[in-house]
């Protein structure tokens, strides 16, 4: 693969995205772009009118029970100022060609002896994505 610098792989369009929605709180939105970069996808999450000032973090649900999870476990956490987050990192275990046609979760983690909760929720479209 030819070197790019994280710039001008940001300034391209993105592999994959989602449009994050919530029932729970009807004004949050959010955009999460996943670019292809090095071995692995720079994924890039901006939301408004997030609930509550906690800490949220994105997860991949690896069967449509939605109670065991997968590579994006480890995606790390993130805190919103006001309601409003913007967040960049680099996932080296996940590809945006991977993760087409799978849902996202935005989830805040749960108080002690409760499981996290489901804050918003979206499918991961692409290039070539078809439902």
Not at 8 to 37: N, Q, Y
Not at 75 to 101: H, K, V
Request: charge should be positive.
């Amino acid at each position: 693969m030819r070197a790019v610098r994280l710039s001008d792989a940001l300034k391209a369009p993105p592999e994959a995205w989602a449009e994050i929605r919530s029932g729970t709180a009807p004004h949050l939105w959010g955009s999460v772009r996943f670019h292809p970069w090095s071995r692995g996808a720079i994924v890039r999450s901006e939301f408004v009118n997030l609930p509550e000032p906690c800490r949220y973090y994105l997860k991949l649900p690896q069967d449509e029970t939605e109670k065991t999870y997968g590579m994006a476990r480890r995606m790390p956490r993130f805190f919103p100022d006001n309601g409003y987050s913007l967040f960049l990192f680099y996932a080296d275990r996940i590809t945006p060609e991977d993760l087409t046609g799978k849902k996202l979760l935005l989830c805040s983690p749960g108080t002690e002896g409760e499981p996290p909760a489901v804050i918003g929720e979206g499918i991961i479209r692409g290039k070539n994505y078809r439902r």
